[in-house]
């Protein structure tokens, strides 16, 4: 392997930067090696993964038999699988995320909290459970170890949600990058990351509040992240402490102990969507990484001749995420009946039964090409679950929202992008043709929720370096110097007490009180030198 | 003016950049102004003020007609110079310094704390008084505010240690960036800026403090924050709002809040120096902007010739900063005996007397081109007074260093480099020849010093983006988006006792409080049903 450290580059010399940019493949060879992440997760990792792959690194990545979306058969991909041979079947998998999707599609909002935390422990159990069988796959397999250990990989990247990269990279003794979205309230990004966050004005991830709070939303909030912190506590790091423990041979605490190492936490947001609010060194925001120009689209294509006759109401733009695959017939036929009311062309991506009352206008494909779309001059609104890709890419290329949230972050990031005033929401559950209705042609005519979405998009795109970049740049800088030490903050030696000076305000508290009693005994006994004995020593 | 947005540029089109970088000068020209900061502050943010004069802008700084280091009279500068009449001589400014130096290098280390403080209190005083008198010419000058009010600046830069700039944004209707170093507790970041600094890790600044505090240095620290936010309260913040209140005809609290509405904080260090620390988004650590490749030296100048006759033992560089002119004799003979007793040459920028126990391996100059010698390869260690500008020349190079620390930020200074193993500290006022020769020979000889110096260079080194380019990127931003508002923390929004959530815990506390009164209450009654009336309802 041979590294090159990058000249410091900028607008001043950009022949240095061609220079450089040029030696690239060439100079740069890394071993990176990846602890599987699925779903949407998977698809923002994916391209990162695939550039780091055009610039010449070797990307090995280890993926589960039964995984959601990531095609390990591909004979085409870029990367080297090792296929982990877990116990569950793709079967069992298929009906645990439909479980979930399920509940908190139909069923949640029926529910009182007490109920719907009851089913996201026994959620949690279930994917615990498949998160520790996939592991044991690799630790209790010392021929996969030994031939892992042999490949000496530079650098393991992980989603700290799939836990049990920390572990890979404790046992290659390799250094280990983070590529983040969020945590119930923020929990692992504080307690493990020690990322700031102030109740008051960071909103608890999950919540769909912002950063400007009432006092009975920061009351809530306040109590939420006590909340999450005890759910953390008790369903995950308890959990996963013996686990950890059982492998490493060492002490309790292991999990958010192995979590703090994390070398550089790559958070998938950025200023455009974030409210601001205090972060590390060692946390680099690159939202949009996935994010590029549209290409244009086929000509002879059905979608091309859509849009084509749209006119000059142009097109609206509609998915519910790579997850869902069909909707209640009520619901589709409410959301079908909506769009059927408005002069635009809607291309709606949607697997399930075609809705009786689907209009002239709505066009239904199984797969759209999303970024392509959201880029074409015509498009007018995009109508979104508020999955952080697909709203990335809506910030990308300016274009306004209806949010439909439903699950995870899904309410956060409406949330954000209505306080940022480049959407409008809808309830899922609750949601009428008319709210639908009324919700999109708010977005279309009000002129400034396009203002405020090319806002976002002037944002997103007036970086010093654009995302992808800056993240590759920090996967290279850990292999380059085999870590980042320097951005690691103290405050991963203190226990909870000292972080938050509990122990300093109980001493400065002691000796307070300890001189008001004894002023206090002096004024009873009526005269400071009744206190001194002869000696002038303090006597009781 | 016309601006004109960067495309995202990177390494993988590295054309982009180079077509972006040579339409710089033509498409970008936008209108500075400068709130002027004098001494080293000046020299650091005049080399920002060259590259934005080399990158098309227009530069004007306001500069008291007495001040340190500007000179306002050089024909050949940059620079569009407004000089504001001041009503203090140069000769008060001088002798103002002059006791301020005096006071810290010969007579604080004899007196009391209090006796510091109070000294402290008188020096603030005379300065602000100054510095109200320069604000005084600008804003009771109708026709200047007409005449940079017609200029229609884009941005204005200041300092918020140099008072006043904050207020002239404010007049001229303009947003402005801060260039800044530190103030006494980091008083002036947390409180204006909303600096999140946790007092169990985060120093405060001028403390000599570390990241990894025992518990009594955390005492220490925590205590300092107390005393120094009071400090800034009544000596420093009250001092100032009336004045701003009568020029703005505002309430109170009006400096606090100019302060806060700095669109970016450029901060004069990075993480090869700081400790790893929580920061905000419109924080942007460009620490080291001021540093270049050293240049060769003139072959026929007597600096050349006593490198060259240095041989294999090389050479060490001397300053006590730009600030600090001449020492005691008693001083200066220590200093001089201790480094004739070394093999290497010594290049000692000195305008004092010269000392009866110079020894021939040392020369000393007015003036020295300190880049260009601490980049020269036979440079073998730094002795420095811990200045930031020097510091960073020789992080820059890779160069040990000895540090004799004297005031300001100089201990704080040092105590980082000493923390990080690239420089042994030498106390001012109790260093004996000894002391000095041993540290010398320390750095010199034991190797680990030139590694972790190399360490901290590299990190220096290896950015996405050189400090100098993204300190004129987020001044560009500005100007283009006509402020920053989107990184901007709602912190500012709020009290200080609603940051720290004081008012939730004071009503969860009320709450708890008086259901455990009632419990007690009904516990106290024997029987809970007593508590309850006939009705059901809860009776006293």
């Not at 654009?466 to 850990?478: N, T, Y």
């Not at 508290?509 to 000696?535: E, H, M, P």
Request: charged share 15%; proline share 5%; hydrophobic share 45%.
């Amino acid at each position: 392997m041979a590294f090159k450290a990058p000249s410091m580059l900028g607008p001043k010399f950009p022949w240095l930067l061609w220079a450089y940019a040029c030696c690239c493949s060439i100079s740069f060879c890394g071993r990176v090696v990846v602890w599987p992440t699925d779903a949407s997760h998977w698809i923002n990792v994916k391209v990162l993964l695939q550039e780091l792959v055009l610039r010449g690194h070797e990307v090995t990545v280890l993926v589960p038999s039964s995984n959601l979306l990531i095609n390990y058969q591909d004979t085409s991909s870029p990367f080297t699988f090792e296929v982990l041979q877990v116990p569950f079947s793709q079967e069992t998998l298929d009906a645990s995320m439909e479980d979930f999707l399920n509940f908190w599609m139909n069923e949640a909002s029926n529910l009182f909290p007490w109920e719907i935390m009851w089913t996201m422990k026994e959620q949690l159990e279930v994917f615990t459970n498949m998160s520790k069988q996939t592991c044991d796959t690799l630790v209790m397999n010392s021929h996969l170890i030994a031939k892992l250990q042999q490949a000496k990989f530079d650098v393991l990247i992980a989603d700290p949600l799939s836990v049990g990269g920390e572990l890979v990279a404790e046992i290659l003794e390799i250094p280990f990058i983070y590529s983040f979205r969020f945590s119930d309230g923020n929990v692992v990004e504080r307690l493990c990351g020690g990322l700031p966050s102030p109740p008051s004005y960071v909103p608890a991830s999950t919540m769909g509040l912002t950063h400007q709070m009432s006092f009975m939303e920061r009351l809530q909030n306040f109590l939420f992240y006590i909340f999450t912190d005890l759910f953390f506590v008790k369903f995950w790091r308890d959990e996963w402490d013996g686990y950890y423990s059982n492998v490493l041979g060492k002490a309790a605490e292991i999990l958010q102990r192995q979590l703090a190492t994390s070398e550089i936490w790559l958070i998938r947001t950025y200023w455009d969507f974030e409210f601001p609010r205090p972060f590390l060194p060692n946390f680099e925001f690159v939202g949009g990484l996935h994010c590029q120009p549209a290409k244009p689209l086929p000509k002879v294509s059905q979608l091309h001749s859509a849009i084509g006759c749209s006119g000059e109401h142009g097109i609206i733009v509609f998915t519910l995420g790579s997850m869902v695959y069909n909707l209640s017939d009520e619901k589709s036929n409410v959301i079908a009946k909506a769009l059927s009311q408005l002069p635009q062309k809607v291309l709606w991506r949607y697997k399930g039964k075609k809705p009786e009352t689907l209009g002239s206008n709505t066009k239904i494909y199984d797969w759209i090409p999303q970024n392509d779309l959201l880029g074409h001059p015509l498009t007018k609104a995009f109508i979104t679950h508020g999955g952080t890709n697909g709203l990335y890419e809506a910030i990308y290329h300016g274009i306004p929202m209806v949010g439909i949230p439903m699950f995870a972050d899904q309410h956060d990031n409406i949330a954000h992008m209505v306080a940022k005033g480049a959407a409008v929401q809808v309830d899922f559950n609750t949601m009428k043709t008319q709210d639908l209705a009324d919700a999109l042609n708010t977005v279309i005519y009000n002129s400034t929720y396009k203002e405020n979405a090319l806002k976002l998009s002037k944002i997103q795109h007036d970086q010093p370096v654009k995302p992808l970049d800056r993240a590759v740049f920090w996967i290279e800088f850990v292999m380059r110097h085999k870590g980042a030490k320097h951005l690691r903050p103290a405050a991963h030696h203190l226990t909870w007490y000292q972080y938050h000076s509990l122990d300093v305000l109980a001493f400065l508290f002691t000796c307070t009180a300890t001189i008001v009693f004894i002023l206090f005994k002096c004024s009873a006994s009526g005269n400071y030198t009744d206190c001194l004995g002869a000696n002038g020593r303090l006597e009781s």
